[in-house]
């Protein structure tokens, strides 16, 4: 096994990517679908299964976003969701948010032994649990609100970690697998089947209509009747107003060599303060180690959460062997529900969105799949009201008042920080610095000590970026795009690069209406 890069995805080590073409000409489809990750291949498989014309468009490689950085564990134990939502929204609605990720987590599980996907696959219980006196109640209370709701969690007060909990609760129908190998199996079997795929593809606009277009980055037209957005974050927002209800949270992952007999039977979650989450990856003896929650472009010492996470894994596995380490963006919304469904019902009833899977998108964005494809079809599913991105839950609460007051004043910072003249950053740093021509640029010199300017307003809708000296980006505190040291895009919703020296300001491309 060859070491991978320091900040590549553990997901990727012995997998090989099919690699699809770039789309060179106008087309016309069925059902378009945008974005390439576990959501997007999973409904263009289950449409292409019941007859349909389908395409994905892809703006870098299929299942190489998230999808492919995360930690993959297949569970309903999304943290303390069952308690939380039989207070905030009720006890049915609660548990059809079990019934819907337990249907996912079956659908997964059914696919990849009839289809005989070679994933990595492991029935593995999953654990929610607690090593502070302070968060037992709150394990209790969860642990009532899943009786109650017929969910079958074990009350543990040990787990297969080496660790000293005060409580925990064990989910025995979880599951681990590797989400690249199985997206990139589900797109083998969608394109076998007579369904396209068009990769390094960026949709950059969308125009509305009985038919809807949609126009590539080299100026290619898609026409479709049916147009899903799985893009993360929204590429598009049709007025939905995702911008202000959609609060980007940034995770760091670390990839800790360990004993063989040291890797756990189980993944795991922490309650506590700081968050810890961990999985094993038994074909790689590997343990990922995920913390260090914070809002995207809000953190200035990102390079201090791998230095934690370290620690975590010395302390836990005994092993302060780094294989990989990365870290990764999610998308959360006020009530911890994704938004599946119409993009803006009161306008368009063909444009279909999935996005804000709260951190848990191996589940959520194979059930906004199978969710998606009963309303593309069949006009209506089970789930539709829970899921529905219009709820009135989706705009009100203290989450969605305090994200729109972080944003604001994230973007205020950005815009009022006093620029440094005539100053040059140090090799491997980061400066912001009004140039001759009085723009205010972002410049990096890298060890070679070459000088990458770029004009750091985020094409998406004017924030000013922020440097993250862990991964050497400019992130948008806003709305979370990132982009690397040449201004290209690395995680949207921009779909425009930034420009260097001389190029002229970036231009805004909000993408609302
Ligand atoms: C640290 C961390 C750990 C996690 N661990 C877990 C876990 O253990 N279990 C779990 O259930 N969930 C987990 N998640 C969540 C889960 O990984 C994500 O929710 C899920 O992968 C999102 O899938 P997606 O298909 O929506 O997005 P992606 O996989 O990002 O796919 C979206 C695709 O759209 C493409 N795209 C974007 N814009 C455009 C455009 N304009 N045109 C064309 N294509 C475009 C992108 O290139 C990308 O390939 C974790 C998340 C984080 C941050």
Redesign the pocket.
Known sequence: MSKLEKHAPIFLNNTESKLYPCLKEDMEVEFAI???????ITLAYLLKHMGKRVAV????Q??????????????IQHGLIYDKLMHTKSPGKAKQYADANRKAIEFVKETISKEQIECDFMNMPSYIYTADEKYIKAIQDEAEACKRLGIEVNYKDQIPLPIKVKAALEWEGAALFN?KKYISSLAEKFTADGGCIFEE????RLVPGEVSVLETDKGCKVSARRIVI???YP?YDGLGLYFTRLNM?R?Y?LGLKVDKEKLPKG?FISVDSPIR?I?PIYEQDIVLI?GGHHRVGDDQYEATHFEELKQFGKEVFNSDEVYSQWS???YVTPDSVPYIGYLNSSKYHNIYV??G?N???????TNAALVLKDLLLMGTSPFEDLFNPQRVSAYKGKTFINHNIEGIKNYMQGKLRTVPKDTLPDKGEAIVAELEDGNVYGIYQDEEEHYHIVDIICPHVGARLRWNSAEKSWDCPFHGSRFNIDGEVLE??S?HKLNGYKEGKNKIHPNLI
């Open positions: 945008i974005g390439g990750g576990l959501g997007g468009f892809e703006a870098n299929i299942g190489m976003g998230t999808s492919l950085r995360t930690t993959a564990k297949l569970t989400p593809t960026p949709i950059t799985a893009s993360h590429m949270q995770i992952v993944s989450s999985r995920g990764l963006q999610d999935a996005t899977f951190k848990w998108g191996m589940s959520n964005a949207g919703p779909t």
